[in-house]
């Protein structure tokens, strides 16, 4: 039997591998009991900010990881695919249907059983055939973060994260916006950049995003604007550290008067029917649900108070009239100091029975968030069956993530996204960068399906013909 607490990314798709494996779990979920500043719902795994889960082709490393994730018959992979919506190259998701799937899927699972209220405590976690998995996510609720701070005997580290508003499709004006993907190639700071840049990025296929051009005198005012619009207040702005890809878009107009021309407001590879020329700047909208009634602005996390969010977003061309179904907020997102206190197992170096996974272990995004749950449940499963919980190889995306969180330098540790960077190269890697990836991701998938079939039994068969 394995204790799970928390029900998000990564508490789910741990779940569901450990009740793959044949061990039965008990997961707690506190909401709606009780429920975070920033998750509106009761559904199990309910996305917070963005319904993209970025690059979906093995040329991004994040793409590597979801194929990764496939192999080992990952329930997030598949709700998700199950629930896509256009988004180019980008694998984004109907976030009510992709909750809602995931919430099903656990409920209808003989072995998970959920449990709806707050754990206040770390378990004790004392027994190494009960294991127990913390994925309480970056709103971890503070009875626990508190204890959790004594267990790893660190200061708990945090950094502020931001969420992008959402508009209804009927109130963007369809004469001034116009349907297109950016062309050309994901660039490595794009992929550095992670969720920040994430679907606009990520895709080079037609036309999935909604484009508002701007002038350059349209830009100036809306910079200016940004500038200076009000924030709404936390306590230690001035101290302020948010995470480098998912900056708030007024944080970025005071780096500089190009800083969101170079960043969500590119408007590389875009033309506008209406001129025929490049636009000077672009907000790009996605499609957030099946329904496409609902648009999300990408890349425009914002911290603005809620009236002036309105005000200036409302300057933007084809936005006069927006209404908003969501606007954006700022949130503190609480993670431990991972390197000092995991193994790459996502075990505890001290507590082997007590694992930690999700975006409070370290790492950053949906993805990675349900990965490290992936992980953390094949090897809270092993430790259940008396089995000893086994590393993934480093030459994979999972892998390599799990190394990164238990081996990176402890001081000023910072959560990552998945990159190519965090993969060993090969001794002699061909030439140009595109086929260095493709051999990378080949030799990654050769590797997985070879751990698989040493020792990996899922449903009684072996992990590696498990789809
Ligand atoms: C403001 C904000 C915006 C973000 N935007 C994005 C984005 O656009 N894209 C992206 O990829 N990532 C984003 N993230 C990061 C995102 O939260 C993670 O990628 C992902 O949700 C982490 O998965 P998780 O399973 O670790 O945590 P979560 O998905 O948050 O799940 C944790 C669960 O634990 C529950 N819980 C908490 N405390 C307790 C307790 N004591 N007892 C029982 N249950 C508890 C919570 O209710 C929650 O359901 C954002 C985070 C924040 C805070």
């Known amino acids: 039997m394995i204790r799970i607490v928390g029900g998000g990314l990564a508490g789910t798709e741990a779940a569901w591998q450990a009740a793959r494996r044949g061990v039965p779990v008990a997961l707690h979920e506190m909401r709606p009991v009780r429920p975070t500043a920033v998750h509106r719902t009761d559904r199990l795994a309910e996305l917070v900010c963005s319904n993209s889960f970025r690059g979906d082709r093995l040329e991004n490393a994040v793409g590597l990881l979801k194929a990764e994730m496939r192999q080992l018959g990952s329930l997030v992979m598949r709700v998700a ?18 909750a809602a799937g995931i919430t099903e899927a656990l409920e209808a699972e003989p072995l998970v059983t959920i449990h709806r209220g707050e754990v206040t405590g770390v378990p004790a976690a004392e027994d190494v055939r009960r294991p127990v998995i913390v994925a309480t996510g970056p709103l971890t609720s503070e009875a626990l973060a508190d204890e959790l701070t004594a267990l790893v005997g660190h200061e708990r580290l945090y950094f502020f994260d931001a969420i992008s508003p959402i508009v209804h499709a009927d109130s963007i004006d369809a004469g001034v916006v116009f349907r297109a993907s950016r062309h050309g190639r994901q660039t490595a700071a794009d992929e550095a950049a992670g969720r920040g840049a994430d679907g606009a990025a990520a895709d080079a296929a037609a036309g999935d995003y909604l484009n508002c051009p701007l002038d350059a005198g349209q830009y100036a005012r809306f910079h200016e604007a940004l500038r200076g619009a009000e924030r709404a207040q936390l306590h230690d702005f001035d101290r ?40 000077y700047a672009v907000v790009q909208l996605r499609q957030d649900n099946l329904a496409a009634d609902h648009f999300s602005l990408v890349g425009f996390q914002t911290q ?37 206190v995991l193994r790459e197992t996502w075990q505890m170096r001290t507590r082997p029975a007590l694992f930690v996974a999700g975006q409070l272990s370290g790492v950053e995004g949906y993805v990675e968030s349900a990965a490290s749950g992936l992980m953390a449940g094949i090897g809270a499963a092993a430790l259940a069956r008396g089995e000893t919980p086994r590393a993934l190889p480093r030459t994979t995306a999972l892998g390599a993530l799990a190394h990164y969180v238990s081996h990176a330098s402890p001081t000023h540790y910072q959560p990552t996204n998945i990159a190519f960077g965090l993969i060993p190269s090969e001794a002699r890697p061909p030439r140009g960068r595109a086929a ?21 039994i899922v449903d009684g068969e072996p992990a590696a013909r498990v789809s």
């Open 81 to 98: 695919d199950a629930t896509r919506v256009p988004a180019g190259g980008a694998l984004a998701v109907d976030r009510e249907r992709f």
């Open 240 to 279: 302020t550290p948010f995470f480098e890809g998912c900056l708030p878009i007024e944080v970025m107009a005071h780096r500089g008067v190009d800083t969101l021309r170079f960043g969500p407001m590119k408007p590389v590879g875009l033309t506008d029917p209406a001129t025929g020329r490049r636009p």
């Open 304 to 340: 603005l108070k809620w009236g002036e969010q309105a005000r200036v977003l409302r300057m933007v061309p084809g936005l006069e009239r927006a209404e908003f179904v969501r606007f954006g907020m700022i949130h503190r997102n609480t993670y431990i100091n991972a390197p000092a």
């Open 436 to 456: 260095r990836r493709e051999a990378l991701a080949r030799r990654a998938l050769s590797d997985l399906e070879a751990w698989c079939s040493t020792g990996e």
